[in-house]
């Protein structure tokens, strides 16, 4: 396999391609009702270096997803001593963008079973199509986690973990969530912003348009949207 990345052009004029493709379709991932993403960061201080540009990268994806129209996102990210926050649902990219550069680090402990366990409750109320978590690091009980990731997989609400870095630690963790619940989990480091772009839009079209639209992104983006669709199938 090539490990020479898609050139730019090409990877953004197939994103757009399925953006506008989505945009013109009547229903989205569910018949009758927009799709529904949960955006979940963390923030604390050890992302604290690139935090700015994945931050402006991330606002990016959510002005991106205006056009696919079937779209509704809710923000989530925790941070500091205990903190968790989370934001209505909302079809309003420019809001979104907005909460998500409003938002700095503090330092702290990680909450990734709150983000898992209020995924659940939500999804319990109303349908949710796809979890997204960007963090990098882990100091929480792997087993737990696993617990809570096995009971969103039985809801069909699939985390796809993006981890910057290489932490192993983490790395084993997110592993393991994304494969009890049916998602993917794919790293990226602070030089391949084009990478994080690439992801976050290719869940964005999963949430809106269901599996079969991101095995046909998957096809023609190839790199790591591939690589998301074929943990997916495993």
């Not at 799709?35 to 002005?63: K, V, Y």
């Amino acid at each position: 396999m090539s490990t020479k990345p898609p050139s730019v052009n090409s990877s953004t004029t197939a994103v757009d391609a399925f953006m506008k493709e989505l945009a013109t379709r009547s229903s989205p991932a569910r018949s009758g009702s927009k799709g529904r993403l949960m955006f979940a960061m963390d923030a604390t201080a050890s992302r604290q270096p690139t935090w700015d540009n994945a931050a402006q990268i991330q606002g990016e994806m959510f002005l991106a997803t205006a056009g696919l129209g079937g779209l509704s996102v809710q923000l989530a990210f925790f941070r500091g001593f205990g903190e968790f926050k989370v934001s209505q649902w909302t079809d309003h990219s420019h809001e979104l963008a907005r909460l998500v550069s409003s938002v700095s680090c503090r330092a702290g402990e990680t909450q990734v079973l709150k983000v898992l366990r209020h995924a659940r409750n939500e999804t319990h109320k109303n349908k949710v199509d796809a979890l997204v978590f960007v963090g990098d690091s882990m100091e929480e009980d792997i087993d737990a986690l696993g617990h809570v990731a096995g009971e969103l997989g039985l809801c069909g609400l699939p985390v796809f973990i993006f981890q910057e870095g290489n932490d192993p630690i983490a790395h084993f963790a997110f592993n393991q969530i994304a494969k009890l619940s049916g998602g993917a989990c794919v790293q990226f480091n602070r030089t391949s912003a084009d990478t994080l772009k690439k992801l976050l839009a290719a869940i964005a079209v999963y949430a809106s348009g269901g599996r079969r639209a991101l095995i046909k992104l998957a096809k023609a983006e190839g790199g790591p949207v591939l690589q998301i669709s074929n943990q997916m199938n495993r």
